[in-house]
């Protein structure tokens, strides 16, 4: 069965960057697509990225060109480094992802980025 | 870019009663490609539907997924005391790729 751990949030200060990573203890890994979604306070969900099998990566415009996701298949995790953070990136990052890149079969329990000075 | 907007924001019902909750997209959306997800408060959201209709593993036939274009619907037939809960609608997108959520619809209890 996946499980999915999130780990690297924390308090951040604005301008600064932030790597959040997610390990995989499934044994299909490889070939899941995943996702990093984050909702805000209070709020509702928002896709960021994906990453296919292979690696080729999309993004939400309103991360593109300052966040970035990568994946280690040989160690079951994927990332997502954060640059540039502001205040409206505060926010409990999820991990998901699945055998389609349509939807998410699996989530993570989430970690907590929080930006502020 | 795709916009989903879910419809009520808020749902006020009864244990027992039947939940129709909408979810409009800006454009035309592939069925294959909307799938709907169930929040509960701190927990972590939970896929419910697929392709528009099917339902994922472990997920009780009271909830059913409809629709096509830009219409599509959640409905849950008799709600249980454990389906209050926030539910969101999600498309993907081939171009530009991309995947959006909806705004989410609150079920609470009347």
């Known amino acids: 069965e996946v499980q999915l751990v999130e780990s690297g949030g924390g308090l951040v200060q604005p301008g600064g960057s932030v790597r959040v990573s997610c390990v995989d203890s499934g044994f299909t890994f490889s070939n899941n697509y995943m996702s990093w979604v984050r909702q805000a306070p209070g709020k509702g969900l928002e896709w960021l990225s994906l990453i296919y099998t292979g690696g080729t990566t999309y993004y939400a415009d309103s991360v593109k060109g300052r966040f970035t996701i990568s994946r280690d298949n040989s160690k079951n995790t994927v990332y997502l480094e954060m640059n540039s953070v502001r205040a409206e990136d505060t926010a409990v990052y999820y991990c998901?992802?699945?055998?389609?890149?349509?939807?998410?079969?699996?989530w993570g329990q989430g970690t907590l980025v929080t930006v502020s000075s | 870019e795709i916009v989903l907007t879910q419809s009520p924001g808020t749902l006020s019902l009864s244990p027992g009663e039947r939940a129709t909750l909408s979810c409009r997209a800006s454009?035309?959306?592939?069925?294959?490609?909307l799938a709907w997800y169930q929040q509960k408060p701190g927990q972590v959201p939970r896929l419910l539907i697929y392709?528009?209709?099917s339902r994922a593993t472990g997920i009780p036939d009271r909830f059913s997924g409809s629709g096509s274009g830009t219409d599509f619907t959640l409905t849950i037939s008799r709600l249980e005391p454990e389906d209050f809960a926030v539910y969101y609608c999600?498309?993907?997108?081939?171009?530009?790729?991309?995947?959006?959520f909806g705004g989410g619809t609150k079920v609470e209890i009347k």
């Open positions: 392709a528009a209709s």
């Open positions: 454009q035309s959306v592939s069925s294959s490609y």
């Open positions: 998901a992802g699945g055998v389609s890149r349509h939807y998410f079969d699996y």
């Open positions: 999600q498309q993907y997108s081939s171009s530009p790729r991309v995947l959006t």
